[in-house]
């Protein structure tokens, strides 16, 4: 079935916060690595019982979550090689397709990382001229803190 991936994707997680505590009934608070060893232990020992293929998947997808958190938390995402699968295939007698982007003079998408960062960047920077606006009113802003306002206000 899908336990293999269903431990990938929790030794992935354990991988990327490995401190974070989770809370089991009977076992009480636990951290993400411990589980994770809990789970890679059981079945590195099941592997001479029963069922030795579906351990070995399960340690197979134990390993390609570890590779892929541990590689993420480096700043590479094995998943990006799927991106160009989202390209639109254009023909040299059509149109090609334009991106929006807000990175001057590159035809390339924002990732949705990069998308993702920016915003939050820019919701901070919103926050704390709305902090100043509450302190000390609208005329304390500067002229690029009103544009930015304004900008942000008008985006839908």
């Not at 089991?24 to 293929?53: C, E, T, V």
């Not at 924002?110 to 993702?116: F, R």
């Amino acid at each position: 079935g899908a336990s293999a991936s269903v431990l990938a994707i929790f030794i992935a997680i354990a991988t990327y916060v490995p401190d974070y505590t989770v809370h089991l009934f009977l076992f009480g608070r636990l951290k993400m690595k411990y589980l994770a060893i809990a789970f890679i232990g059981i079945d590195l020992l099941s592997i001479q019982h029963g069922n030795p293929g579906g351990h070995i998947a399960h340690l197979g997808g134990a390993l390609w979550g570890f590779a892929y958190s541990f590689q993420l938390k480096k700043g590479n995402d094995f998943y990006r090689i799927f991106d160009w699968f989202k390209k639109p295939v254009t023909s040299s007698h059509k149109a090609s397709m334009k991106y929006t982007t807000s990175r001057p003079g590159n035809s390339k998408p924002l990732s949705d990382v990069e998308y993702n960062s920016r915003r939050v960047a820019t919701q901070e920077q919103i926050d704390k001229i709305l902090d100043k606006i509450s302190k000390s009113g609208y005329s304390s802003l500067s002229t690029d803190e009103k544009e930015l306002l304004f900008k942000s206000s008008n985006k839908k």
